[in-house]
């Protein structure tokens, strides 16, 4: 009844050889170093914050480029339609054009005169 229980590792056998016993220890520190790392690891809150900042960011600049990407594919066809548009409308109707740009000059001039 002198004898403590052992949580882990294999039963104490008096015919064990001393460089068993010394292998058994160095595999024990390799494993108790590998879990206060991971506890290390778990408790650095701001390197944890550090990598959810950095992910954020990443996740965003590939959104960014992805977004600039597809307006980049509609812009020139969107604006060029409705360039083209406004033009066949002013070929067709050059009165209300020219009526528009006469206004549009004079409400220039009219402001630049004022100064």
Avoid: C, H, W, Y
Wanted: glycine residues 6%; without cysteine; charged residues 30%.
């Amino acid at each position: 009844m002198d004898e403590k229980p052992r949580a882990a590792g294999p039963p104490v056998d008096e015919s064990r050889e001393p460089e068993e016993i010394r292998q058994d220890i160095e595999a024990s520190r390799e494993e108790l170093g590998d879990t206060a790392a991971a506890l290390a690891q778990k408790a650095d809150v701001k390197a944890q914050a550090k990598q959810k900042v950095a992910q954020a960011k990443q996740s965003a600049a590939t959104k960014k480029d992805e977004v600039l990407g597809q307006a980049q594919q509609a812009s020139p066809d969107a604006a060029r339609s409705v360039a083209d548009q406004a033009g066949q409308k002013a070929r067709e109707n050059p009165v209300p054009v020219a009526v528009a740009g006469g206004f549009a000059a004079g409400f220039v001039l009219g402001r630049l005169t004022r100064r």
